[in-house]
């Protein structure tokens, strides 16, 4: 069995991986994600995606032998502006209350990397997100809970977030962190199948 290996910090992202049945391990990349830069939203996700994995890849020492490293990063995309987490709980609060009632795209780069054969696959997955309208009482009790700081785009599916989105078109693990779906394209690319890595 391969090893997997997510460069990654997020919690959410490990535990889709453990509910389809993966063990992965975990390195965080250490990336300076405001360093990175791209003309669209859904480029941006990709490019911090493929840097997240190339610099857990580079990290020989620290890796299992043979890893398959995956990076993943979030963006939402509103109206062409790519938003990512909040840097405080007025930005939260405001991207709410813009938010209220609107559509948008959240974008996740995806970039899977074979340190056996050096080879890799990256694509973005997007889904589309439909959000309510919590009133200003019900956004402020959002972000006291501290949630909206720690996610791309001020919000989760699988958290304190869930009532205030009306719907999605997509795939909803996107929306928290990865797409199993593309994960397993992702590795197909490099002939690995997902249950071989159960």
Not at 44 to 65: F, M, W, Y
Not at 173 to 196: C, H, K, M, Q, Y
Request: hydrophobic content about 45%; proline content about 6%; charged content about 25%.
């Amino acid at each position: 069995m391969r090893p997997l290996v997510l460069a990654s910090q997020s919690p959410a992202r490990l535990g889709l991986l453990k509910q389809a049945g993966l063990r992965p391990h975990v390195l965080v990349s250490g990336v300076d994600e405001d360093a990175i830069t791209a003309p669209t939203p859904g480029e941006l996700a990709l490019a911090l995606a493929v840097a997240k994995a190339a610099t857990v890849a580079a990290r020989d020492g620290e890796l299992p032998a043979d890893a398959l490293v995956v990076g993943c990063d979030s963006v939402l995309d509103l109206d062409g502006a790519a938003l990512g987490k909040p840097s405080d709980a007025d930005e939260a609060r405001a991207r709410w209350r813009d938010m209220r009632g609107r559509t948008g795209v959240l974008r996740t780069g995806h970039c899977v990397i074979d340190t056996a054969t050096g080879r890799r696959a990256a694509e973005t997955a997007s889904t589309t997100v439909r959000f309510g309208t919590p009133d200003d009482a019900e956004v402020e009790a959002y972000v006291a809970t501290g949630e909206p700081l720690h996610v791309a785009g001020a919000f989760t599916l699988d958290g304190y977030a869930a009532p205030f989105v009306d719907g999605i078109d997509g795939d909803p693990g996107n929306v928290i962190g990865l797409s199993l779906p593309l994960l397993r394209r992702l590795l197909a690319e490099l002939d690995v199948r997902i249950t071989d890595l159960w």
